[in-house]
């Protein structure tokens, strides 16, 4: 059995966030269009505006009010004011694979701060997200479950950093040339299902056509879950395709527990089945994450039992597994695994018919990799 420091293993007792602090400020981002339309209409501005503000926002990606001429000039601050307020300050911005990684420290209106990474490849971009301030998910092994949840982010926060990093790449501030993004994973800090209602806005938001959204497509969305059962359970139902990622980390609910907390409230059959449900209804192929650790999960008869585990909801190609070799944080005393047994593990899981991919690491050496966000100012 592993040996897992205990105070890191205690079960988080809420899913949500302390009610009752001061909110973000309200931005075009966090509504849809009637909503933006309504909002201003009662703050007794004209409600045509909303369009030519969700206009600079999405479609240009403008973030200097002098240069949204076509509002009247007597009325812009005000405008501007009550949809487009500021709601983060990036505070650092640090680079690796000659520019093409770039993660962002951010800081939130009440001085909460957290991080997103841009990665460009020659075919897509990727944009990592963070959904809340910290995490109350306690996962032992990842830098941002030990400080504890902080806050849910709003809809309009998870939103602006995908804004910031798609302006970036329009304003041809990242090596490559000008570019889109193309995709955007909930990888960052916090666990997206914990914020289900912000999250499911953002990806409307995302998704919804230019100017009223980004117009994504929601193929390019993955959202990762630790495996909020319920929260599945609804999201299967929201009819929207976003590929559904789930950090399993181990295939017995023995170790799980120790791994993934939340383990002891659903079980790895329990949280199995609510991802096979997903793929079968969305049709679309769900991902199972796990962070491939040196004698703790990566045994070759854990690969065999995950394999089974898998295989026990059928072999029509539902899932595919995404090993990640483990980024130790600062204090941990785990390591990666061997690559002779990760080898062995990708050949197992394999031959029992289970698409496997390694992860890159993209962006180790600036702590911008999977698990490493852990949002301290230093
Ligand atoms: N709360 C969500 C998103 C978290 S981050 C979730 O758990 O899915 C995305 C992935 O990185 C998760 O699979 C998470 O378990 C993994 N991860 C966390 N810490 C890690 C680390 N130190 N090394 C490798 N992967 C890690």
């Known amino acids: 059995m592993p040996d897992v420091p205990e105070g890191a293993v205690s079960l988080p007792l809420v899913f949500d966030a302390p009610r009752g602090r001061a909110k973000p400020p309200r931005h075009l981002a966090d509504l849809d269009e009637p909503g933006r339309k309504a909002l201003l209409e009662e703050m007794g501005l004209p409600g045509f505006r909303a369009k030519q503000l969700s206009h600079h926002y999405f479609g240009r990606l403008a973030d200097d009010p002098s240069e949204m001429t076509d509002l009247p000039a007597g009325r812009r601050d005000e405008l501007v004011a009550a949809l487009l307020p500021d709601l983060m300050t990036p505070l650092r911005t640090l680079e690796a694979d000659r520019g093409t ?12 701060l957290v991080e997103s990474v841009l990665m460009r490849y020659p075919d897509r971009v990727t944009i990592c997200v963070s959904s809340q301030a910290g995490c109350g998910m306690a996962c032992p092994f990842c830098a941002t479950g030990q400080g504890g949840l902080q806050r849910n982010m709003s809809t309009a926060e998870i939103v602006e950093q995908v804004v910031a990093g798609a302006r970036s790449l329009a304003r041809d501030e990242v090596p490559g040339g000008r570019g889109r993004v193309s995709n955007v994973v909930f990888m960052g800090m916090g666990e997206p299902l914990a914020n289900y209602r912000a999250v499911i806005g953002a990806v409307r938001r995302l998704t919804d056509p230019s100017p009223a959204g980004l117009g994504m497509s929601a ?10 059962v319920p929260r599945i359970k609804q999201l299967t139902d929201e009819g929207i395709p976003v590929t559904l990622a789930l950090s399993l980390h181990a295939p017995d609910d023995e170790l799980r527990n120790e791994l993934v907390p939340i383990n002891t409230r659903f079980s790895v059959d329990e949280t199995v089945a609510a991802a096979w449900n997903y793929a079968k209804v969305t049709k679309r192929r769900v991902s199972i994450e796990y962070a491939m650790m040196r004698g703790i999960n990566d045994q070759a008869w854990r690969a065999d039992l995950l394999a089974e585990v898998l295989n026990g909801y059928g072999d029509w190609g539902w899932v595919h597994v995404n090993l990640i070799p483990l980024n130790p944080t600062p204090g941990s005393k785990w390591t990666a695994s061997d690559p002779a047994d990760e080898r062995e593990f990708v050949r197992r899981l394999e031959a029992h018919g289970i698409p496997t991919t390694v992860r890159d690491t993209r962006g180790r050496e600036i702590d911008g990799a999977c698990g490493q966000l852990a949002a301290t100012e230093t």
């Open 219 to 228: 193929r390019g969305i993955t959202v990762s879950t630790v495996g909020l």
């Open 101 to 112: 990684t770039r993660k962002t420290l951010w800081r939130l209106f009440d001085g909460a």
